[in-house]
């Protein structure tokens, strides 16, 4: 196993552990990972790379069995942080089809700096909330890692990386459930934040919380 693996596969057991000791419905509702074998088979019908990060992150746990199954009703695939949600790889691959749908194009710039509302076929969201997703450009990842964009409800910069991997992604979540930033409410059915004001403004710029 690479060292990118090894550090994606130790942040991925940390999130979970942090769901868990919170007491988070998503902890006990993820769904058992695809194997290579699967993963591949998808993506190359799809004429897609497959990063060595987004393996491992459907290999962990291919999203939630939801409560309402068809449906992203509940709350049991959200991780915390942000509200996102964690999809399966067939809504993800469902979403991205939405998406190219709704603002694919025929031809495309060569730099994202000219995007004026496309969507690249590269693209392919991991997380959701609402209007906004969390995406990798599977095209241009490089030594396994993802870099990590959004589309917001109001999309700007999305060819701009947020995150340089989506292990730096992920243990930022991380960070903020073992601080106490996000915690689950059993009483309350949802997600808290405190402590806003001392998140670093940086990662409140991002988008990504």
Not at 96 to 118: I, K
Request: with cysteine; hydrophobic share 40%.
């Amino acid at each position: 196993m690479s060292d990118a693996d090894q550090n994606l596969t130790r942040v991925l057991e940390q999130l979970e552990s942090q769901w868990r000791r919170i007491g988070a419905p998503i902890a006990e509702r993820l769904a058992p990972g695809k194997s290579d074998g699967h993963l591949a088979a998808v993506f190359s019908a799809s004429d897609l790379h497959l990063p060595a990060e987004v393996r491992r992150l459907w290999g962990w746990h291919d999203g939630v069995r939801r409560l309402q199954a068809g449906t992203r009703l509940g709350m049991e695939s959200r991780v915390g942080p942000g509200g996102w949600e964690f999809l399966s790889l067939t809504e993800a691959m469902d979403e991205r089809s939405l998406m190219l749908g709704v603002c694919g194009r025929t031809h495309y710039p060569a730099d994202d700096r000219d995007w004026d509302g496309y969507w690249r076929p590269s693209w392919l969201p991991l997380f959701a909330f609402d209007a906004n997703l969390v995406f990798v450009d599977l095209a241009r990842s490089s030594h396994g890692n993802s870099p990590v964009h959004l589309w917001s409800a109001e999309p700007e910069d999305v060819g701009v990386a947020r995150t340089a991997s989506l292990t730096d992604l992920l243990a930022i979540w991380v960070g903020l459930l073992d601080e106490g930033y996000y915690w689950w409410s059993a009483d309350q059915g949802g997600w808290w934040m405190d402590r806003r004001q001392d998140v670093p403004y940086p990662l409140i710029r991002s988008g990504l919380l």
